[in-house]
């Protein structure tokens, strides 16, 4: 059977589906925010995805193509930093880059915000 584009494991997949379709219709202030200039290509051109199903793992967003995830966070935690230390430790291991951003510099340092995403699509480009 062809792999998905999502690389999301089979056994892993029942759990998620719903869990991604609940993200994706309400998403944090800052992840709607921060939609708006990924969506549509607007960004570089490159094609993201939302609340998308990689692994074991929902990311906020996604480009398939630049192997590039986007991360807000919110609070932290004691034990969700050791959660999230492993969760891109993992991805990474997938072959994912991984970009984190807190929810106020999304929505406070939006031009930051993207330029670093900028920079990090321009870089993979040319093989950096």
Not at 7 to 24: D, F, I, S, Y
Not at 28 to 45: C, D, G
Not at 97 to 103: D, K, Q
Request: charged share 30%; hydrophobic share 35%; with cysteine.
């Amino acid at each position: 059977m062809p792999k998905r584009p999502y690389e999301t494991a089979e056994a892993h997949w029942p759990r998620l589906k719903p869990r991604v379709r609940q993200k994706r219709k309400d998403p944090t202030p800052a992840e709607a925010h921060l939609w708006r200039y990924l969506r549509n290509r607007r960004l570089n051109q490159a094609k993201f995805r939302r609340q998308h199903a990689i692994g074991r793992y929902i990311v906020d967003f996604v480009c398939l193509s630049a192997r590039l995830v986007i991360e807000v966070d919110g609070a932290y935690h004691g034990d969700k930093i050791d959660y999230d230390r492993q969760r891109q430790a993992e991805l990474e291991g997938m072959g994912y880059r991984v970009l984190r951003f807190s929810n106020e510099a999304v929505l406070h340092q939006t031009r930051e915000v993207l330029r670093q995403i900028a920079a990090e699509l321009n870089s993979f480009e040319l093989g950096i």
